[in-house]
């Protein structure tokens, strides 16, 4: 009989409960028990755990979040805290972990798999910004969810005449801004990899007006920047550019999560307030936040959160540790996580010229 501990860490997403239950379910065919491991790698710092069984997993396919708990809780803060890890899933007898989780998350695991740790990553992010895998589960979701507001922020704009910035997530990444803003039909698309010139962003937008459009929608990523002028022309930069780029910084507040990342949020109003003052036409915001990682996830998360979940189970039993499942064209495979996370997963610069075509 083995053991199989099964945890998620980070942010939670659409197509969690779809991964737990089919590893449980995949487990129960090899008669294997599998603990959940509550609130990420916290609960297996503290000890938190859970048997889960079939009856555990239950209807939860189409249930948003997680049953198990998440958290952002690095263990390799505090030697203490490894140690417990460490001791305990000795002490639950756990014989392999499944880590469902974003970059942070999987670089842990990774840590750990070092330290002999038998572990399986599974890719989890709406960003869709790990390396490895041609899409996360949660991603389809989240920008199904940017899609349906654009779509209906539309509507209001052109009804008032007003210029709609709407601000989505994508920390390194704009994946959901450049798809859900195709998808929406967005006039303009700001993304963390193409810094912004506030200049050109008007421009477009006035030549919507002169053809006869009075409203636009601009879909930015919660990571977009604008250009960083050259310290020599920083005395001919003009007011109101120079009033961004500081405005930019102030955006990254001192807080941060336990891996370091400064908490984003904010570039829509900064950039709001700069178009409403250039260009004399009223500006609203629409920050979707946390609205894209709630609630039911699309088929499409669901089948493939159900595939990574069997396909960590199977590399157990073939005991491949040290690797993340991921979706490569229309095969899962494995891929060291060292790989995983070496790098984040940008933007194809491609399918951002596309989405250039119907700027302005």
């Given at each position: 009989m083995k053991k199989i501990g099964v945890l998620t860490g980070g942010g939670d997403c659409p197509g969690l409960n779809a991964v737990i239950r089919a590893v449980v379910r995949k487990s129960i065919q090899y008669d294997w028990d599998i603990i959940g491991i509550k609130n990420g790698w916290k609960g297996l710092i503290n000890g938190e755990i859970e048997l889960l069984t079939d009856y555990s997993v239950s209807g939860i396919l189409p249930k948003g979040g997680t049953i198990?708990?998440?958290?952002?809780?690095?263990?390799?803060?505090?030697?203490?805290?490894?140690?417990?890890?460490?001791?305990?899933?000795?002490?639950?007898?756990?014989?392999?972990?499944?880590?469902?989780?974003?970059?942070?998350?999987?670089?842990?695991?990774?840590?750990?798999?070092?330290?002999?740790?038998?572990?399986?990553?599974?890719?989890?992010?709406?960003?869709?910004?790990?390396?490895?895998?041609?899409?996360?589960?949660?991603?389809?979701?989240?920008?199904?969810?940017?899609?349906?507001?654009?779509?209906?922020?539309?509507?209001?704009?052109?009804?008032?005449?007003?210029?709609?910035?709407?601000?989505?997530?994508?920390?390194?990444?704009?994946?959901?801004?450049?798809?859900?803003?195709?998808a929406g039909g967005a006039d303009e698309i700001l993304i963390p990899e193409v810094p912004f010139d506030i200049n050109e962003v008007c421009k477009h937008l006035k030549d919507r007006y002169e053809r006869g459009k009075k409203f636009s929608i601009i879909a930015v990523a919660e990571g977009a920047h604008p250009k960083v002028e050259n310290s020599s022309n920083a005395d001919n930069m003009e007011s109101s550019s120079q009033n961004v780029g500081e405005a930019a910084l102030v955006i990254q507040t001192k807080e941060k999560d336990a891996f370091?990342?400064?908490?984003?949020?904010?570039?829509?109003?900064?950039?709001?307030?700069?178009?409403?003052?250039?260009?004399?036409?009223?500006?609203?915001?629409?920050?979707?936040?946390?609205?894209?990682?709630?609630?039911?996830?699309?088929?499409?998360?669901?089948?493939?959160?159900?595939?990574?979940?069997?396909?960590?189970?199977?590399?157990?039993?073939?005991?491949?540790?040290?690797?993340?499942?991921?979706?490569?064209?229309?095969?899962?495979?494995?891929?060291?996580?060292?790989?995983?996370?070496?790098?984040?997963?940008t933007v194809d610069m491609e399918l951002y010229e596309i989405a250039k075509l119907f700027f302005g």
């Open positions: 198990i708990g998440t958290s952002r809780t690095n263990p390799f803060n505090n030697k203490e805290d490894v140690q417990r890890l460490v001791e305990n899933i000795k002490k639950f007898g756990i014989d392999a972990i499944v880590a469902i989780g974003g970059d942070d998350t999987l670089r842990v695991a990774n840590k750990l798999h070092k330290m002999g740790v038998s572990i399986v990553g599974v890719p989890k992010t709406i960003d869709n910004d790990l390396s490895g895998t041609d899409y996360t589960f949660g991603f389809d979701t989240a920008i199904s969810i940017v899609t349906e507001a654009i779509d209906r922020l539309h509507t209001t704009a052109e009804s008032h005449h007003r210029v709609i910035v709407v601000e989505v997530m994508g920390r390194h990444a704009g994946w959901i801004a450049t798809m859900a803003g195709i370091g990342n400064v908490r984003l949020g904010g570039i829509g109003h900064t950039l709001a307030k700069e178009i409403e003052k250039r260009m004399g036409v009223e500006t609203r915001v629409t920050i979707l936040g946390h609205v894209q990682r709630g609630g039911t996830p699309t088929a499409h998360d669901r089948v493939l959160a159900t595939r990574f979940g069997v396909a960590a189970v199977e590399s157990i039993k073939d005991e491949n540790f040290g690797i993340m499942v991921a979706l490569q064209g229309d095969k899962i495979v494995p891929v060291p996580l060292e790989e995983a996370t070496s790098k984040s997963k």
